[in-house]
């Protein structure tokens, strides 16, 4: 499992929308908590952060019989021309299909530890992340390779207006003093 660093076209559809999730305008929603584990095992952390779902994810929590993504926001109209253009501009990754996309932003936290480890679905796909923002106290990508071992995990310290896809288990360093806001799209 590694990253793989994508260019960003940085087109005016890239900068209008990155000024508008920015904002003060943005809607932003409040999810208590990151991932639906229960499991605190002390080495770490889940964080409530702000979400904007636009492509709600298949088979997930209690909507266990929809076997498809559902578009959950009217701005998924304004996202799509980024997707198309990112993939368009990187030729290297394929993508069939988009399963999620939504946009998070994680208030700083001040608890060292990482968040839990997990895959966005259930099944096997690839994560796409556009980093909308610089944090240069946290903010993290941790991709794990089979196992959970935290000291052969790689990571990605991103800058602002980079994107990475990968595959498999990952998690997060959360930022201690700037807020953390990306774009994550999963694809097969």
């Known amino acids: 499992m590694t990253f793989t660093q994508l260019r960003n076209p940085k087109t005016k559809v890239y ?4 000024q508008f999730i920015l904002s003060a305008d943005f ?7 990151a991932t639906p584990h229960d499991v605190d095992t002390g080495q770490y952390q889940d964080v409530p952060f702000y979400s ?7 088979r997930w929590k209690s909507i266990a019989d929809r076997l498809y993504p559902m ?16 993939v368009a501009y990187n030729p290297s990754i394929n993508v069939n299909s988009f399963m999620r996309i939504n946009a998070n932003c994680v208030m700083p936290q001040q608890d060292p530890r ?23 106290d946290g903010g993290k990508t941790i991709l794990f390779d089979s196992s959970e071992d935290l000291e052969k995990a ?7 207006d980079d994107i990475v896809t990968f595959k498999g288990l990952h998690c997060m360093n959360p930022p201690k003093n700037d807020r953390r806001v990306i774009l994550v799209a999963t694809y097969i």
Not at 27 to 33: C, G, H, I, S
Not at 71 to 86: G, R
């Open 154 to 160: 790689q990571r990605y310290y991103p800058k602002e």
């Open 27 to 33: 809607p932003w929603y409040w999810n208590p908590k």
């Open 114 to 136: 990482v968040t839990i480890p997990h895959h966005d679905h259930q099944f096997e796909h690839h994560n796409l992340i556009v980093y909308f923002n610089e944090c240069n």
């Open 15 to 18: 900068e209008e929308l990155k």
């Open 52 to 58: 904007h779902v636009f492509l709600a994810r298949p």
């Open 71 to 86: 578009q959950q926001s009217m701005l998924l109209d304004n996202f799509w021309p980024l997707l198309d253009e990112i």
